[in-house]
C-alpha cells in the first residue's frame, strides 16, 4: 500500500507543477551585464522577379559592412545561371542588384558576406 501512496503523491506533485503558469517556474539567472552581445550582422534583402529580370534591394541597418551577391537560377536547361560580383552594403546604405535570364527565372537568393 505504500508504494501507491507515494505514486499516487508523485503523480499530484508532478500534475500540479505542469500546471503552473510560465511565470511561476524557476528560471537560471544570466547577468546581463557579463553576458556577451550579439554582433549584429546582415542586411535585410527583398527581391522582385518580372518576367525575366530580376532585381534586389538590400539596406543594411548595422555598423559592420556586408557583402551581398545575388545568385540566379533560370529555368532553361541551356540559360546560363548567374553569381553576381560582392557588393558592399555599408552602414545605413541601400545596395541595388540586378540580373536575368533569356527566358524564365527558376530561383533566386542572396549570399552575405562579412566586411572588414
Known amino acids: 500500500m505504500r ?9 499530484v506533485a508532478l500534475s500540479l507543477a505542469l500546471c503552473l503558469p510560465h ?4 528560471h537560471a539567472r544570466v547577468d546581463v551585464r557579463k553576458a556577451p552581445s550579439p554582433e549584429l550582422f546582415g542586411a535585410w534583402c527583398r527581391s522582385r522577379v518580372t518576367g525575366s529580370q530580376v532585381t534586389a534591394y538590400c ?5 559592420q559592412p556586408d557583402h551581398v551577391s545575388l545568385h540566379i537560377e533560370c529555368e532553361r536547361w541551356w540559360d546560363v545561371d ?31 558576406r562579412k566586411g572588414r
Do not use: F, M
Open 3 to 11: 508504494t501507491s501512496r507515494s505514486l499516487a503523491s508523485a503523480t
Open 23 to 26: 511565470e511561476a517556474i524557476p
Open 59 to 63: 539596406h543594411n541597418p548595422y555598423p
Open 82 to 112: 548567374s553569381d553576381g560580383a560582392p557588393v558592399e552594403a555599408g552602414p545605413a546604405q541601400t545596395v541595388r542588384l540586378t540580373g536575368r535570364c533569356w527566358k524564365e527565372v527558376r530561383s533566386v537568393w542572396i549570399s552575405h
